[in-house]
């Protein structure tokens, strides 16, 4: 791993692989071994079902998994695109806000994220299916990246065009609004990434003193 990354983001890095590998050693995508404690379900009353090696499990929401469910991964292209976005990122992010605020931040976005797919799922699609993945978490470290540094050049890996983040952002989230809207690349949970977006911009403008609630010095220009 690289030695120069900053250590709040070098140990979520570490702290995803290990929860991966942990998914991988239970055989968490057939037993649910995990799944059905941590990752993110739906509000309402608990389910009863079958894994699908076939035993009995009961799944519901539960407070810890606004949280838990960031450290989970559905698959290595998954999780790999995540701790991509992660290492890409989050160095620059760390270093900007601070270790301390900088974690505030990430876990203040995978929250909202959250909390952004439960009312989607309740209000909206209303189904009983787990949510996993760092990615709201990452979509708010992409957010602060193009409110902080709008005029730094980045591109897509399979778009390799540079553009300014700022328009990068933007762009990024009108496809993410637009794949939620129309229900593009079903499977993936466009409105989450969505919430970690709004989480990143509002505590953005906390710091910055922005909000009619207001921090008692502002601790971001």
Known sequence: MP???PPVTRNLLIANIVVFALQWWLHDTTTMAL???????PLGPDHTGLAPDGHVVRAGFQVWQLLTYAFMHGG?????????GLYM???VIERTFGAGRYLVYYLLCAV???????????????GFYPTIGASGAIFGLLLAFGMLYPQEKVMLIFLP??????????????????MGVTGTEAGVAHFAHLGGMVGGIALIQYWRGKLPIKPKRILLR
Do not use: R
């Open 3 to 5: 030695t120069d990354l």
């Open 161 to 178: 065009i540079p553009m300014p983040a700022w328009l990068f952002v933007i762009g990024y989230a009108a496809a993410e609004l637009y």
């Open 112 to 126: 909202a994220a959250a909390v952004a797919q439960l009312l989607v799922v309740k209000y909206f699609t209303h």
């Open 76 to 84: 290595l292209t998954h999780i790999l695109f995540n701790m991509f």
């Open 89 to 91: 990122f989050g160095g």
């Open 35 to 41: 799944t059905q404690h941590f990752a993110l379900w």
